[in-house]
């Protein structure tokens, strides 16, 4: 049986969604009642940020125990440093998330052959391969593999800032046309 709180479901969404960018607001909710348990983790995992592999490791478990969450993540940012080029759990992460819209990879100036390996590159070009992935960004990756750009129809956005691509003797379909945005 729910719990009733008296108020109309789409109210209680109406509220939790004023809160979107107040996680400090959104955690108590998540945990006050199942009535807004799920509007509140659609908003709290939106945006996953992963900058060392703790992170990863801790968010894997996370997901294991709760693979509802999966849908909710839209957008991850993944920050690579020296101190964290080695994070198997990063691998798996990536491989639960069938819903993300964007993603977005920063790099530390270091070629990305030592910040990534090619299973994790393999995972990456799969996953910017997904219909469900409309934008892409790349900055500070040196040698960053051709393959993210060999063009996805599906991409409506595409930054590369400070990044040097690195060309193979694939086959690279003939683009046409190419539009980008604005270069703020």
């Known amino acids: 049986m729910q719990p009733s709180t008296g108020l109309p479901q789409e109210l ?30 659609s908003h709290l995992f939106f945006t996953i940020r992963i900058h060392y592999p703790k992170a990863s490791s801790r968010l894997l478990e996370v997901l294991k125990n709760n693979r509802r969450i999966c849908q909710y993540i839209r957008e991850l940012i993944v920050r690579k440093d020296e101190s964290g080029l080695h994070d198997p759990d990063l691998i798996h992460v990536i491989r639960m998330l069938a819903s993300l819209e964007s993603l977005a990879i920063h790099g530390d100036d270091i070629k990305w052959n030592r910040l ?28 960053v593999p051709f393959d993210f750009l060999a063009v996805h129809k599906h991409l409506s956005s595409l930054q590369l800032r400070s990044s040097i691509l690195a060309f193979s003797r694939m086959q690279v379909p003939l683009v046409s046309e190419m539009t980008t945005d604005s270069w703020n």
């Open 116 to 143: 990534f390996s090619k299973e994790m590159t393999d995972t990456l070009v799969h996953l910017v391969r997904q219909p469900s992935v409309t934008t892409l960004r790349i900055s500070n990756g040196h040698l």
């Open 12 to 41: 209680l969404d109406k509220i939790i969604d004023g809160l979107h960018d107040e996680p400090d607001a959104l955690k108590p909710c998540a945990l006050a009642s199942r009535l807004l348990l799920e509007r509140s983790q």
